[in-house]
């Protein structure tokens, strides 16, 4: 009887097995939303923050160190009555901000720690950890801000900042936090994964009432922290602070590189300020002053900005006549008999014109340049000559990005044939349209990296190097990347550059660069002026050189907006920094003292007129007593440990244990 | 005729071992709930929860031996006096009990151990269940005799659920698959299911979306299952009458729900529909559960590399909520293995019990697959959120030795009667 239903019950039972086995399914290997590790409140993931990465002079000098700093973190819950009063007067804070703070921190979590007050110096920690056995709820945990010893390259080193929202959530794999410190510009942007290290993790068991239960699994899953690699960079810091000094009171830059190596020795973007303003609680005070400046100080001048080469771009005409074949060191032209005015000195041969800088003569090689094809028609051959021209001057960088090793690089400006093409219409221009090029006007547009590379460039009789700033990681002279020792070879052929090489030297010692001025005993500089039309204003002034003569250890730009003629100012400045860097002294005090007190207005700042402040000089003291700078918004403690959703009441889990 | 026979040849070693893999598995687990990582016990100390059940592990073999060489006409014969000796003692156990958690259903044994009746009462309503549907001329599908077995039935859960231990008083509803193998009418047992649904359907959704549902159901019915000729008047009030009975079921269901359960017990059935509702009280159990089980993932976090079934996020680790260290230290893979294993049991216990030459051992059989079935169904659904929480151990593997005795007696009765099933009582 009923045998049957042996089958319906047994059915029934595998039944109710399978809708088991397939609901664990779908916890267990569907729904991932407690597979990670930590993710389930039983673990707490604790974050070690590394220290991050010194950088360093070519000569082991310091440039950027870590200063350790305490960050006050508020747990509401614990807070008991107590004295506000006392309280704010201890920290130097309002009583609003106390209270504002106080409201965002427990609306965020009660039992939680949110972040209270940023940056208390060793000393401010010291003279109130005492008072602090009054305020329970109140914990420090140790982090740390940049300093800048060396005061120097604020631009081209950069600062850290908190990471932005955009950034954060753009990181493909998550690492960093709500709040952590990440390179925001320049080097530290640049190299922010070798300086940051590696962040340790910690998961540590806590039982139901948030006690610490011991590492887990023996620490398998845990990493120790890895303190950020050390940067060495090429800057040579006494030659870089000279430069500094040289510049007080003027706006412009400045770069010297190795020509051999394609190192910067030197790389200083102005007006200067101290990058100390841009650290810590400095920031927000600063930030928005030096942003403000019509001078604008923070940007970088150097890589990123925009200038017409002028007279320096003789050179390139010059070297690319003499390949081409337009021009002998000998041909001769007369000064004069061109659109291009110029200024009293004897007609001559190639050297002549390189140490008076002619106008009319460069106008003359170009033109010869423009037309050194069979082709007849100008209109023809104007296209025909200018992209073989563009081909052999693209070759020393212009219009190209360097390679630097900094977040940003602008590429310039080198007009090519698709270039007047577009403006002019296909055959519709010929070399009388372009000649202004002929002399470093009109369309072209370089940046002051470009220029130094191109005294690099000569000074190496035709190659360059990639110029870079980092030339150690982690160890002096040890790790740098190959694209930074690349070699770019140009088209010139290497006997072409004596001829103008022997002008340039001419042109420091008795040619465009007057009085003397740029004459250093017992050193052959090569230089060549220049002088960059600016439409607002007085011309900048603008001096390339390398030095010595023969084997070259120095290339150098200087500019200086609106110094008017390049021979005044920018030689001057640039040879003292040439004579800083190969005898280490300067002996010239007078030109030295003359460049020190010669102050310059730019006319952005003269058209801001009292608006413009002077850049603020910070008292060296990093441990200043002001208020700590209190966060925009408070970090949350959510995002420094893994979430947990499910708290039982009254009970904290996320009890700091430092 | 040797009575006598030679119990190692008899017994049925498949159920055995399927038995031994469970009891070894579940006292692994039981250590890897108690373990901890930071002051690692010794895994025989009777300190701890994993060195008792080794006690009550090593125990079960007397008890094995004492059920296997007593003649196995005893537990026939005994049955009522057994169900009798049961019932006084689970009314004693209400006056004599220390309360536990609320409920008064522990007996202390000297100063360490306490014995549970009610686990005990499941084997001897078994038993006498057993003994009056193979009596002679009993049949349940006769009113009387049904109500006879009814009242076997239902009598020592009412006064367990004196004890307040709703939870075993529960698992006697087990029996309802024995009474539909013996010829219940399936009306019953699908009723039942069907009004199961219905219940949690009104738990889920709203109980007038319900009822339209039904009116739906019953009109498909009507016009689509229905052929012309059987769409009787008769047949129309019939269905109407389901209707109605099915719809004032789903308002009770709410009314029930609302006013008659106990606050506590109400919440339960609330966060099986929305363990967030209270995440911290009556969902606490069932969310951190289901986290255990979910973190274990595919293959597990490996033995004793659990996190979320140590350090007391889940409560009753080693008793009630042992399935999820299963989960979350042997993962996806464990669990099913030891679901495979029970359902392995329950089809080998069904199988030999339809071998019964005898009634009473055949319906035995069904007891001891149903009451196993039940306590799985409850244990492992509370446990992976199907089901409300519901105190009752998973066999062999939960931590306690009233639970391990009395699967262990329940079980091995069976073989004992299995292993002499060629002799028809």
């Known amino acids: 009887m009923f045998q049957d239903r042996k089958q319906i019950i047994l059915s029934f039972f595998f039944l109710v097995c399978t809708i088991y086995a397939l609901r664990l399914f779908y916890l267990q290997v569907i729904d991932d939303t407690y597979h990670t590790i930590g993710s389930t409140g039983a673990l707490k993931k604790e974050v070690q923050i590394p220290l991050r990465g010194q950088i360093y002079d070519r000569n082991g000098k310091l440039l950027v160190a870590n200063v350790d700093v305490y960050d006050m973190y508020v747990t509401p819950y614990k807070v008991k009555q107590m004295d506000t009063t006392t309280f704010c007067r201890l920290f130097n804070i309002t009583r609003s901000y106390f209270d504002s703070t106080m409201t965002i921190a427990k609306s965020y979590s009660r039992n939680r720690s949110t972040l209270f007050l940023r940056q208390l110096s060793k000393e401010d920690y010291a003279r109130v950890a005492d008072a602090m056995v009054s305020f329970p709820g109140f914990t420090f945990e140790l982090s740390f801000f940049r300093t800048y010893p060396a005061r120097t390259m604020a ?71 890895v303190i950020g690699k050390n940067l060495f960079t090429t800057v040579d810091v006494e030659v870089q602070q000279l430069s500094d000094s040289l510049f007080q009171g003027k706006t412009g830059c400045v770069v010297a590189i190795e020509p051999r190596t394609g190192e910067i020795l030197a790389m200083g973007s102005y007006p200067y300020y101290d990058p100390n303003m841009l650290s810590g609680k400095q920031f927000s005070k600063y930030f928005k002053e030096l942003y403000r400046n019509p001078d604008k100080p923070l940007n970088d001048r150097v890589a990123t900005g925009f200038f017409r080469p002028g007279s320096t771009f003789k050179l390139v005409q010059s070297l690319v006549g003499l390949q081409l074949g337009s021009i002998t060191p000998e041909t001769f032209f007369v000064c004069g008999n061109a659109p291009v005015k110029c200024h009293g000195h004897p007609s001559g041969d190639l050297h002549n014109a390189v140490r008076f800088s002619c106008n009319p003569y460069f106008y003359q090689v170009f033109k010869k340049t423009m037309s050194a094809t069979p082709e007849s028609n100008p209109f023809k051959a104007a296209p025909i000559m200018l992209s073989k021209w563009h081909e052999m001057v693209e070759k020393f960088g212009y219009g190209l990005k360097l390679g630097i090793d900094l977040p940003s690089e602008s590429s310039g400006l080198l007009p090519n044939v698709k270039y007047y093409d577009k403006r002019y219409g296909s055959q519709q221009w010929k070399f009388s349209n372009i000649y202004s090029l002929s002399i470093g006007e009109g369309e072209i547009s370089v940046n002051m990296l470009k220029m130094a590379n191109l005294a690099a460039t000569i000074a190496n ?25 690349q070699v770019h070879r140009t088209d010139i052929e290497t006997r072409h550059f004596e001829a103008i ?7 420091v010692e008795h040619g465009t660069v007057g009085g003397g001025a740029g004459i250093v005993e017992g050193i052959a500089i090569c230089g060549k002026t220049g002088t960059s039309q600016n439409k607002k204003g007085k011309d900048n002034s603008i001096f390339i050189a390398f030095a010595p003569r023969y084997n070259p250890k120095i290339a150098i730009a200087v500019m200086v907006q609106n110094a008017g003629f390049g021979g005044s100012v920018a030689a001057p400045i640039a040879t003292l920094m040439i004579e800083k860097y190969l005898k280490r002294k300067i002996e010239r005090t007078a030109i ?6 010669l102050s310059i207005r730019t006319v952005e700042a003269m058209a801001a007129g009292s608006a413009a402040k002077p850049i603020p000089v910070l008292i060296p003291e990093s441990t200043s007593k002001t208020a700590p700078v209190v966060p925009s918004k408070p970090k949350k403690e959510a995002e420094k440990s893994i979430k947990t959703t499910f708290v039982k009441p009254k009970v904290e889990k996320f009890n700091k244990t430092k | 005729m040797a009575r006598d026979i030679d119990i190692r040849e008899g017994i049925d070693w498949t159920t055995v071992w399927l038995y031994a893999a469970l009891v070894f598995f579940g006292w692994l687990n039981i250590y890897a709930a108690v373990y901890n990582p930071e002051s690692p016990i010794a895994i025989f100390s009777t300190s701890h929860n994993a060195g008792k059940q080794l006690l009550f592990i090593s125990s079960t073999f007397v008890l094995i031996l004492i059920i296997l060489f007593v003649d196995y006409k005893v537990y026939d014969s005994f049955a009522y006096i057994f169900y009798g000796f049961i019932i006084l003692l689970l009314l004693a156990t209400i006056f004599l009990a220390t309360e ?14 306490s014995l549970q009746p009610a686990e005990f009462s499941k084997i001897f309503t078994a038993l006498a269940l057993s003994r009056y549907l193979s009596t002679q001329g009993v049949n349940i599908t006769k009113v009387r005799d049904a109500i006879v077995a009814g009242l076997l039935v239902f009598v020592p859960p009412i006064i367990i659920i004196l004890q307040k231990e709703t939870g075993s008083a529960l698992t006697f509803a087990a029996f309802i698959a024995v009474f539909y193998r013996e010829g219940l009418p399936g009306i019953y047992p699908a009723l039942g299911i069907a009004l199961a649904i219905l219940f949690v359907l009104v738990l889920f959704f709203n109980k007038f979306y319900v009822v339209a549902g039904l009116a739906v159901a019953c009109g498909l019915f009507w016009y689509v299952f229905l052929k012309r000729y059987e769409r009787t008047r008769q047949n129309l009030i019939r269905l109407g009458g389901v209707f109605v009975i099915a719809s004032a079921f789903v308002f009770g269901v709410k009314f029930f729900t609302t006013n008659v359960l106990q606050p506590h017990q109400q919440k339960r059935i609330q966060v099986l529909v929305n363990p967030d509702s209270d995440p911290l009280g009556a969902g606490w159990n069932v969310t951190q559960s289901r986290v255990a089980i979910s973190s274990g993932g595919i293959i597990g976090k490996g033995y004793l590399q659990g996190t979320q079934t140590k350090f007391d996020f889940v409560p009753e680790q080693s008793t009630d909520f042992i399935f999820c260290t299963v989960g979350e ?10 679901i495979l294993i029970f359902a392995a049991l329950l089809n080998r216990i069904i199988n030999l019990a339809e071998k019964q030459r005898s009634k009473f051992s055949r319906i035995y059989g069904y007891c001891v697959a149903s009451i196993l079935f039940f306590h799985l169904l409850v244990n492992i659904g509370m ?43």
Not at chain 1, 462 to 471: E, N, Q, S
Not at chain 2, 100 to 113: E, M, N
Not at chain 2, 329 to 338: D, L, M, N, P
Request: charged share 20%; hydrophobic share 35%; aromatic share 12%.
């Open chain 1, 592 to 597: 030295k003292e003359r460049m020190l007190n």
């Open chain 2, 329 to 338: 230290e042997w993962g996806f893979i464990g669990s099913v293995i030891v």
């Open chain 1, 461 to 485: 009789r035709g190659y360059w190097v990639t110029p870079h700033l980092v030339r150690g990681i982690g160890q002096n002279g040890k790790g740098v990347l190959p694209e930074h020792r």
């Open chain 2, 383 to 425: 446990t992976i959120g199907l089901m409300p929480v519901i105190g009752i151990p998973l066999p062999f593997l939960s931590y306690g030795g009233s639970s391990l005795w009395s699967f262990t007696i329940l079980l091995f009765i069976f073989l004992k009667l299995d292993a002499h099933r060629s002799y028809k009582v």
């Open chain 2, 100 to 113: 536990i958690k609320g409920s008064r259903s522990w007996i202390k044994l000297g100063s360490t151990f």
């Open chain 1, 155 to 225: 631009n081209a080193l950069g600062y850290i900042g908190e990471i932005s929202k955009k950034s954060y959530e753009a990181q493909e794999v998550e690492y960093y936090r709500s709040g952590d410190y990440i390179g925001i510009t320049g080097l530290e942007k640049q190299y922010e994964m070798e300086l940051r290290g590696r962040r340790g993790v910690k998961f540590t068991m806590m039982n139901v009432h948030g006690e610490n239960k011991g590492s887990y699994s023996d620490g398998e899953y845990d990493t120790l922290a």
């Open chain 1, 501 to 507: 090489i022997g002008g340039m030297q001419d042109a």
